[in-house]
């Protein structure tokens, strides 16, 4: 059997839009400015999809879900897999209950949440201090994964997704490119024109008996446009542990390798992906894990410690909580993990910055391309807690998709991408998905009908 193909739906979100539903009656049991006081939410958000403004002119966005998470205890992966034994599990349904109410388009989007890293690489001008902030933005977009053990819709063919945040300086935009194998390609670029930053993102799975492991394909890039300079890196492979059977949980390792395609190496950056990252100089770095390895004294990081903290000011309100890194001294702090809303965990673990993504603000749906995330009728009814709802919108439109893509075989017509098309990295030479331009001019009379 086909390991790639017929555990997308069991990992990542990628459903095979060779799904049959035939286990789908399961499916019907079923910023700094965003770090807000949550008790403050009953005041702010406005349950028309409204958003407040506040007296400074910077909108306050919702902090929280219209619905509390469903319960997933009840349910199990191995309760859908024991009955496909000698089937293809690429003609299964897996039930609406193990997904996240979020495209996958948008959590690509929650790269974003750290963008005060991206503006402190544009004000420095000491070349290493940038490296260091843009090391830091790398691996923060991966902290917002931990415990989310949830699944995102997998995206249809030609979906999009659009973020402008005028109070944190940027606009964002991706679109389902592909979807054998599935690809997703975004852009997005400073509102200042500091800043450009585009990829696509397609894992490779390899399944373990236990476990699922996504290895990363696609290259990410970022430009600092008033530096002239360049820096593109991969993904760290991501594993889903206890598929089978008892509580799942998220590892993410291997090198992530940042080049900045004018530099040697010139500075060490460690620190692990769910708490924090430090820097300090190759020597130092060098001489204290040889001290290690002879026995000597190690020393973990405590918040009580006189260390160098980060420039970012919010670090200063975060509550002390003890980190399990290997602290060597003399290193400074790059970044560290945004607390999550204390009701995170009754919102699918997401952080602050992860539900506002699917907010639909008045006025929005009259300006959005008809194929963005926000519009999808199984994403909105499962925020909004219609989990039967949700689960025959998902099975319908998965139907259409199959429909459209019967119906293009039969006229022989390519499905043609509508904002990013294949080219190549200019900086790496590899094959890549590049944005064309176009979008922001809101000329979206000839996207496809996919909901």
């Known amino acids: 059997?086909?390991?790639?193909?017929?555990?997308?739906?069991?990992?990542?979100?990628?459903?095979?839009?060779?799904?049959?539903?035939?286990?789908?009656?399961?499916?019907?049991?079923?910023?700094?400015?965003?770090?807000?006081?949550?008790?403050?939410?009953?005041?702010?958000?406005?349950?028309?999809?409204?958003?407040?403004?506040?007296?400074?002119?910077?909108?306050?966005?919702?902090?929280?879900?219209?619905?509390?998470?469903?319960?997933?205890?009840?349910?199990?992966?191995?309760?859908?897999?024991?009955?496909?034994?000698?089937?293809e599990l690429s003609k299964i349904t897996m039930p609406i209950v193990f997904n996240e109410p979020l495209s996958f388009l948008q959590r690509i989007t929650e790269y974003m949440e750290h963008i005060y890293l991206i503006n402190k690489a544009c004000s420095h001008a000491d070349p290493l201090e940038r490296m260091q902030a843009v090391a830091a933005f790398a691996v923060s977009a991966v902290a917002s994964q931990w415990e989310r053990t949830g699944k995102p819709f997998n995206p249809l063919l030609g979906e999009t997704y659009e973020l402008t945040r005028e109070d944190l300086g940027f606009r964002f935009i991706s679109e389902q490119v592909s979807h054998?194998?599935?690809?997703?390609?975004?852009y997005s670029e400073g509102l200042n024109k500091d800043f450009i930053f585009h990829g696509s993102i397609y894992?490779?799975?390899?399944?373990?008996?236990?476990?699922?492991?996504?290895?990363?394909?696609?290259?990410?890039?970022?430009e600092l446009l008033k530096h002239n300079e360049a820096y593109t890196w991969t993904n760290p492979t991501c594993c889903v542990h206890n598929v089978i059977i008892g509580k799942l949980w998220l590892e993410q390792y291997g090198t992530v390798e940042i080049v900045n395609h004018s530099k040697k190496k010139l500075c060490v950056i460690y620190g692990k992906w769910t708490e924090c990252l430090w820097c300090t100089d190759p020597t130092t770095y060098e001489t204290y894990k040889k001290n290690e390895k002879r026995g000597g004294e190690q020393k973990k990081l405590k918040p009580s410690e006189d260390v160098i903290k980060s420039e970012n000011d919010e670090a200063d309100d975060m509550p002390e909580v003890q980190d399990t890194v290997q602290f060597v001294p003399g290193s400074k702090l790059l970044w560290r993990i945004n607390c999550r809303p204390p009701n995170s965990s009754q919102m699918y673990n997401f952080t602050s910055f992860a539900v506002s993504l699917n907010e639909l603000e008045k006025g929005m749906e009259a300006i959005l391309a008809p194929t963005d995330c926000r519009l999808r009728p199984d994403i909105r009814n499962m925020e909004n807690g219609n989990m039967d709802v949700a689960s025959k919108e998902k099975e319908r439109l998965e139907e259409k998709q199959r429909a459209a893509r019967k119906e293009r075989a039969k006229d022989e017509v390519e499905w043609q991408t509508r904002w990013f098309h294949q080219g190549t990295n200019p900086y790496t030479g590899t094959s890549d998905w590049l944005y064309s331009g176009g979008y922001f001019d809101r000329n979206f009379s000839d996207c496809p009908d996919i909901y």
């Open 1 to 87: 059997m086909n390991s790639e193909e017929e555990f997308y739906d069991a990992v990542t979100g990628f459903d095979s839009d060779n799904s049959s539903g035939d286990f789908s009656e399961a499916n019907h049991k079923v910023t700094e400015m965003l770090d807000l006081d949550p008790h403050q939410s009953n005041r702010t958000e406005k349950h028309n999809g409204e958003t407040e403004i506040q007296e400074n002119g910077i909108k306050r966005h919702r902090t929280s879900l219209p619905a509390p998470m469903f319960s997933r205890s009840d349910f199990s992966v191995w309760s859908i897999l024991k009955k496909c034994i000698g089937l």
């Open 180 to 186: 054998h194998p599935p690809i997703s390609a975004f």
């Open 203 to 222: 894992p490779k799975l390899k399944f373990w008996g236990k476990s699922i492991e996504a290895e990363p394909r696609g290259t990410i890039t970022l």
